[in-house]
């Protein structure tokens, strides 16, 4: 896959306005401001294809990117205390109503979490949803570059006791910044697609 020949394809506000799959699709999820927008734009290699801000929030719409028959979907981040009830619930029906329609081709779910703290709370509501869906999904554990060797290993050693089912994840270590892992998620992308493409003849 040539994945700089990804083009942004369309955002939604609301779950209703969501056209319905028209292939694979493989989606962001996360806390706001843990770096999915930055993650898109380290696996297209682009500078700015998707918006990325220091203030939390930015992404409030779903966000469908397309490379070839693929889409790539940038969820709305959440757990950001500094939005109104009502842009809450909203952006809650927006990412239960997406992950929870069976009828969409939900190929991989990509769940980040900042690898330089324990998960959330709300981390942990959403792994838990995942699993209790039987969603397929990884961890990617997002700005590495921010740890520096001790506190990385101080990390990895309390995450089989954070996160659920650890022993059954695929976890991968990430940053925008230095580039680590990106080569990781482009493999894992490219067998998704290559596994949809044969159950598909
Ligand atoms: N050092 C470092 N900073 C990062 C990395 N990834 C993201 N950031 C920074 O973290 C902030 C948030 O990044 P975004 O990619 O916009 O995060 P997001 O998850 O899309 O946020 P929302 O759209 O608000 O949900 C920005 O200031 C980024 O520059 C990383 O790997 N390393
Ligand atoms: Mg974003």
Redesign the pocket.
């Known amino acids: 896959m040539n994945f700089n020949l990804a083009e942004f394809s369309a955002a939604y506000g609301t779950f209703k306005q969501l056209p319905p799959s028209k292939g694979l699709e493989i989606a ?1 999820s ?13 696996l297209f290699g682009r500078r700015s294809l ?11 719409t779903v966000n469908f990117y397309k490379l070839g028959d693929v889409s790539f979907v ?5 757990g ?1 205390a500094k939005v109104s009830k009502s842009e809450k619930e909203r952006w809650r029906d927006l990412i239960g109503g997406y992950l929870g329609d069976d009828r969409r081709e939900i190929g991989l779910i990509m769940q ?1 979490v900042d690898f330089r703290h324990p998960p959330t709370k709300d981390d942990l509501v959403m792994i838990d949803y995942l699993i209790d869906c039987e969603l397929p999904f990884i961890i990617v554990l ?5 740890l520096n060797k001790s506190e990385r290993s101080a990390r990895e050693a309390a995450l089989p006791g954070e996160l659920p089912c650890f022993d059954q994840l695929t976890v991968v270590p ?5 580039g680590e892992g990106v080569e990781q998620l482009r493999k894992i992308v490219e067998e998704i697609s290559s596994d949809f493409a044969k159950n598909r003849q």
């Open positions: 962001f996360g806390h706001s401001n843990v770096g999915k927008s930055s993650l898109i734009n380290s998707a918006r990325v801000s220091a203030t939390p929030g930015k992404t409030a940038d969820l709305p981040g959440y950001y980040l997002t700005k590495a570059d921010k990430f940053s925008a910044v230095s």
